[in-house]
């Protein structure tokens, strides 16, 4: 699990560290606003609202923490074990 972990880390820099990948997160920041707020002074809480930006906040929250993490940490001895198929 660990070793795919760890592809999975790199994967995710390869992707949205190239040219290509930051103007994908460019454009999804400004369809997935992080900090739009469901509450309205006017129209109260809109709770469906309030799901879906959360949703949207969870998805690019989980993209920048992976590129926050460094695959190099991953634990070596905690390797992916074969015997069991993982």
């Given at each position: ?15 949205f560290d190239s040219p290509e990948g930051k103007r994908v997160l460019a454009d999804l920041r400004k369809r997935c606003p992080m900090l739009t ?50």
């Amino acid at each position: 699990m660990i070793l795919r972990n760890r592809q999975l880390l790199i994967d995710y820099k390869v992707v949205f560290d190239s040219p290509e990948g930051k103007r994908v997160l460019a454009d999804l920041r400004k369809r997935c606003p992080m900090l739009t707020d469901g509450i309205s002074t006017t129209g109260g809480i809109d709770p469906n609202k309030v799901l879906v930006l959360e949703g949207q906040n969870n998805v690019l929250k989980h993209i920048y923490k992976m590129l926050r993490r460094d695959p190099n940490a991953e634990a070596p001895e905690q390797a992916v074990n074969r015997n069991k198929g993982e």
